[in-house]
């Protein structure tokens, strides 16, 4: 039977289509300057090594191979045919993120998935757009006003110790850690960006915010399949104008991403009306949309946020906001179980300050920066667990990368810099840069908080990086971290919160993986299909045993 006339029309159109793009990547790899770059073999035509590095078991561990092996800038493949620059030598990272400015641009296909998620925010803004999004946004990143939120943290942390010691009588001591930690860290973004209360700690999760959250990155880019990934590696070849469109497909990814900008837009817009019907109170609403709501109203209106960017803002602050620290505690509290001497110096430090503040149960800032351990432990933990274990960049102009260990080519020369165009990807190593022995030592793939302490200093910290620490974790530069203070100080907060009440260890036969799912999500190893999960024991400590009763 013959086929109907419009569907062999859009067959050669595809062709058509697909052999143009290939005319056009054989003429740009013909002359690519990466061509004597070694790295790993592609391992298929059309996916390169891409469903290799969305499907590997520990999230960053496959590019610390490749680097270890090929150099600290090595070439891999994308799909159809893209030559990625991988890199995490120090000089070239410091390049890219601090020294360039918007020169190194998130790439299109990763600025679509970021609108899909979070909107017109400030993470899916570039260039001129991101500066305006910046300036409005600054004011209620201001460290003044984050140290407002600290009693907020601290009594969220009691409320989650007095939950946990319910939930160990019930079942034995075994808690999943992600999910509580999860919750708390939703009722503190949701109080603190919107002074709006979730309960989710108290009413365990329940409400359409919180059930949009819930599992987001796990059941939408937990290893995708062939399917997705060609799909989402045709985007690079779409204008932006285009692309946009992709919102609109019924695709499950899509639909879910869709949902959570929904709710949460939504969420901000009744927030934003109730408060315009309630001015009298305006003066004294803290919390970050209130701030920026102001902060906009006082810019130069050519340069104001519209609505669909301000309600996008809200969305993006409550997914960084509340995802990525909740990963990072979980992490934490895991480092913790799994090295038990250094848990119990945690604990001894933050009952020591305890002993000597004349408020003990309301710890300031300042107590905070005094525990050398404590914060140790967490900067190792964000340095082994970094959530973004990877970034993405595109070169907007032609440019030479510096590199601070000359890489060896295929043809045996030993070269220093390296020469793009315009328009080369960038694959940013962030978990192999937090790694690197002649930067963090040559314990570096292992735990060792005593590396921050300053009497065992390393050696090859030239190059400034991060926000933190010298760590790639909060990225750096104009692009880096908006929430960093905000994030540090939570997780200070809450972990001397719930470390003085309970003792953590690992349960038996359960081995832990950091899952790529868009950042690194912990989940049982060979359970992934289960989601985020980070099961620990957890005992409650009396006076006798050292802790707080
Ligand atoms: C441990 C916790 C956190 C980690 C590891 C983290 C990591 C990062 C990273 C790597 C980026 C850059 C992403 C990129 O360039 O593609 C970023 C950007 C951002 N983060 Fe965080 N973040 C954390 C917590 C927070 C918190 C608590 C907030 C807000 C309350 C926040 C708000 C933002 C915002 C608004 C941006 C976009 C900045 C811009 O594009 O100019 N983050 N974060």
Redesign the pocket.
């Known amino acids: 039977m013959m086929e109907p006339l419009s569907e062999n029309l859009d067959i050669v159109l595809a062709a058509s289509c697909f052999l143009v793009v290939c005319w056009l990547l054989f003429k740009r790899l013909s002359f690519s300057p990466l061509a004597n770059l070694r790295g790993p073999p592609s391992s298929s035509l059309i996916f390169g090594n891409v469903m290799e590095l969305q499907h590997q078991e520990d999230a960053g561990e496959l590019e610390y191979k490749w680097i270890s092996q090929y150099g600290e800038a090595c070439k891999i493949s994308g799909a159809f045919g893209q030559e990625l620059l991988m890199l995490a030598d120090p000089k070239a990272l410091h390049h890219i993120v601090q020294a360039s400015g918007y020169r190194y641009p998130?790439p299109s296909d990763t600025n679509q998935s970021i609108r899909l998620i979070m909107g017109r925010?400030?993470?899916w803004?570039s260039g001129d757009d991101?500066k305006r999004?910046?300036k409005v946004?600054n004011p209620a990143?201001d460290i003044n006003r984050l140290r407002s939120f600290l009693p907020l943290f601290q009594s969220s942390a009691q409320m989650l110790a007095r939950k946990w010691k319910g939930e160990i009588d019930r079942n034995g001591g075994l808690i999943d850690v992600t999910t509580w930690i999860s919750r708390l860290m939703l009722d503190n973004?949701g109080e603190?960006?919107f002074e709006h209360k979730f309960n989710a700690v108290d009413a365990g999760g329940v409400g359409e915010l919180s059930e949009a959250f819930n599992n987001l990155f796990a059941e939408s880019l937990l290893f995708p399949d062939k399917g997705t990934v060609f799909f989402i590696s045709l985007w690079r070849f779409i204008p932006p104008s285009i692309l946009r469109y992709v919102e609109y497909l019924p695709a499950r990814q899509v639909r879910r991403f869709r949902q959570f900008l929904k709710v949460s837009k939504q969420a901000a817009k009744n927030l934003i009306n109730y408060r315009a019907s309630n001015r009298d109170c305006e003066d004294e609403n803290k919390d970050?949309l209130s701030l920026l709501v102001r902060s906009n109203s006082s810019v130069d209106p050519k340069r104001r946020l519209d609505e669909d960017e301000l309600l996008s803002q809200m969305a993006?602050?409550m997914l960084?906001?509340h995802d990525?620290?909740a990963m990072?505690l979980s992490w934490l509290l895991y480092d913790l179980a799994r090295n038990p001497e250094d848990q119990k110096r945690v604990r001894e430090e933050v009952l020591a300050m305890k002993a000597q503040s004349p408020t003990p149960d309301c710890l300031g800032v300042n107590d905070f920066e005094a525990m050398t351990f404590t914060n140790a432990v967490i900067k190792e933990t964000?340095r082994l667990h970094?959530?973004?274990f990877m970034?993405p960049r595109i070169a907007n102009q032609d440019d030479i990368i510096p590199l601070a260990s000359p890489i060896t080519t295929k043809s045996g020369e030993r070269i220093s810099e390296i020469p793009i165009r315009e328009g080369q990807s960038i694959y940013m190593a962030?978990y192999t840069y937090n790694r690197l022995k002649h930067v963090w030592g040559d314990d570096a793939d292992r735990w060792n908080p005593g590396r921050f302490l300053s009497d065992t200093k390393d050696k090859d910290k030239e190059y400034t990086m991060g926000m933190f620490a010298n760590l790639l974790?909060?990225?750096g530069g104009?692009?880096?971290?908006?929430?960093?203070r905000?994030?540090i100080l939570?997780?200070q907060a809450t972990l001397v919160g719930l470390i003085q009440h309970f003792e953590f260890s690992p349960p038996p036969g359960i081995d832990i993986q950091g899952a790529p799912a868009g950042s690194m999500i912990p989940v049982i190893r060979g359970r992934a299909k289960e989601g985020t999960q980070l099961p620990l024991r957890i005992s409650v400590l009396t006076p006798d045993d050292g802790g707080e009763s």
């Open positions: 998130k925010g400030i993470f803004a991101h999004h910046k946004m990143f973004i603190a960006a970050i993006t602050i960084a906001g990525s620290t990072s964000l970094p959530i973004a970034l962030v974790t909060f990225s104009v692009r880096g971290c908006l929430g960093w905000f994030a939570e997780l």
